[in-house]
């Protein structure tokens, strides 16, 4: 069975840091790239970053470029989503996604697993 289980979310105050975790199982983790994603209430979901399997190239939303860094431990089938500066308009339910696309792809829709996600609370 195909499982992605974040973990990480919480409440922090504007400028304060988090750490997600993706912790992968059910599937071969080195074939697949991992995508980040949030919505916030009234929003549609959208890419935050994502890292391929292929070469470990990255994405990053505009919005969260020099603040975001993902990373991946492929040891332990678990991809990470450092997030430093944050704002209060990172408010949202993150979810980390699987794709067999090998290269770094945005679109929510090319993705074929999903996580339950996770709360990520801004305060300002």
């Known amino acids: 069975e195909v499982q992605l289980v974040e973990s990480g979310g919480g409440l922090v105050q504007a400028g304060g840091s988090l750490r997600l975790s993706c912790a992968a199982s059910?599937?071969?983790?080195?074939?697949?790239?991992i995508g980040w994603f949030r919505q916030a209430p009234g929003k549609e979901r959208e890419g935050v970053s994502c890292?391929?399997?292929?070469?470990?190239?990255?994405y990053y939303a505009d919005s969260v470029k020099g603040r975001f860094t993902i990373s991946s431990d492929n040891a332990k089938n678990t991809v990470y989503l450092q997030m430093n500066s944050l704002k209060p308009e990172d408010t949202a339910v993150y979810y980390c996604?699987?794709?067999?696309?090998?290269?770094?792809?945005?679109?929510?829709?090319?993705?074929?697993?999903w996580g339950q996600g996770t709360q990520v609370t801004v305060s300002s």
């Open positions: 059910g599937f071969t983790f080195d074939d697949y790239s």
């Open positions: 890292i391929s399997s292929s070469d470990g190239s990255t």
């Open positions: 996604a699987a794709t067999w696309a090998i290269v770094v792809v945005t679109s929510p829709n090319e993705y074929h697993y």
